[in-house]
């Protein structure tokens, strides 16, 4: 298990609710971005059972952190498969602590709540994994761009390897077993001159009459599908394809890269493959093999069709 991609919290049965929703309306008053408003309605009756795979979804208009908050859920009880959708976060969490940032109406902000309490746990590292290709499958049925992903969940398009996407998984153990909270951030719209360095967007990369809204009940549907097959298969990640699906995704593997690890440490090598739990297979500039739970990773000199010309990203 890819033990260090999560945060893990202890809640107790009496757990906090979550915080009341703020009321409608944008605190700035942007009438802009409130005509692209979720449409909450279409939303569950795309997503939510019987219709739908999953089994509740909330639209808020600003919360802190949609992980947080549905964390907060999950100790309240939360059933499986739950979803919290947010027009904006001011609080997001990227990994290793890093800020995530999404102003109203520009992208994609939801965070889902799972409870695969038939899968071992040592398995619950791919999920992260799995959740990064869902993201991707929907994604390349939107743009004429290249997709591909950077391990182990960054969404990255175009010829130059801008960052789209990217997702935190966090686990909180309680009462009713593990619930794993899995949060997805993805621009859909914006130029590259108005989001962060590095950043891009489905709509700057060739994405036309974007609607937020069927973006994301195409994310949740794709994510809802790989996550029953490996579901199903108690989470073996070649039960259905699932690793080598990933491989043939994952632009970092086959490329000299720099992996950034948690407190301050790097290392630098040949990306060679990923294992039975998701870690990165490493082959180091020393000539040792080492497999990484966590860790950021750069491309110092990316390979393939898959990625497009080489660049720093």
């Not at 639209?59 to 908050?69: L, M, W, Y």
């Not at 009880?77 to 959708?85: K, M, T």
């Not at 108690?234 to 086959?254: E, K, Q, T, V, W």
Request: aromatic share 4%.
């Amino acid at each position: 298990m890819t033990r260090a991609t999560f945060r893990v919290r202890r809640a107790t049965a009496s757990g906090r609710p979550p915080p009341p929703v703020p009321p409608p309306g944008l605190p700035d008053g942007n009438v802009r971005h409130m005509e692209q408003a979720w449409d909450a309605a279409a939303l569950r009756a795309a997503l939510v059972s019987p219709a739908g795979p999953w089994a509740r979804l909330d639209v808020v208009e600003r919360v802190g952190s949609t992980n947080a908050a549905l964390l907060r859920s999950a100790a309240s009880g939360a059933p499986d498969r739950s979803v919290l959708v947010a027009e904006h976060q001011d609080a997001g969490r990227g990994r290793l602590g890093r800020e995530w940032v999404s102003p109203p109406g520009t992208g994609v902000t939801v965070s889902v709540l799972l409870r695969p309490g038939d899968v071992p746990p040592d398995r619950y590292g791919w999920l992260p994994l799995l959740t990064g290709l869902a993201v991707r499958d929907a994604v390349r049925d939107l743009l004429p761009a290249k997709v591909c992903l950077k391990w182990p969940n960054d969404l990255l398009l175009g010829a130059e390897q801008r960052k789209a996407g990217g997702i935190l998984a966090e686990a909180a153990s309680g009462p009713d077993g593990t619930a794993v909270v899995l949060g997805i951030g993805l621009n859909v719209v914006g130029t590259p001159a108005e989001l962060p360095a590095g950043a891009t967007s489905l709509a700057a990369e060739g994405a036309e009459a974007v609607d937020r809204t069927k973006v994301l009940v195409a994310v949740l549907t794709r994510l809802a599908e790989r996550e029953s097959a490996w579901r199903a298969s108690f989470g073996d990640p070649d039960a259905h394809r699932l690793r080598a699906d990933y491989r043939a995704a994952c632009a970092s593997l086959g490329a000299e890269v720099r992996v950034e690890l948690p407190g301050g440490m790097a290392v630098t090598g040949m990306a060679e493959d990923v294992d039975g739990d998701g870690r990165l297979l490493l082959l180091g500039t020393d000539g040792q093999r080492r497999a990484i739970a966590a860790g950021d990773v750069v491309h110092l000199r990316p390979v393939d069709d898959r990625t497009g010309a080489p660049a720093d990203g």
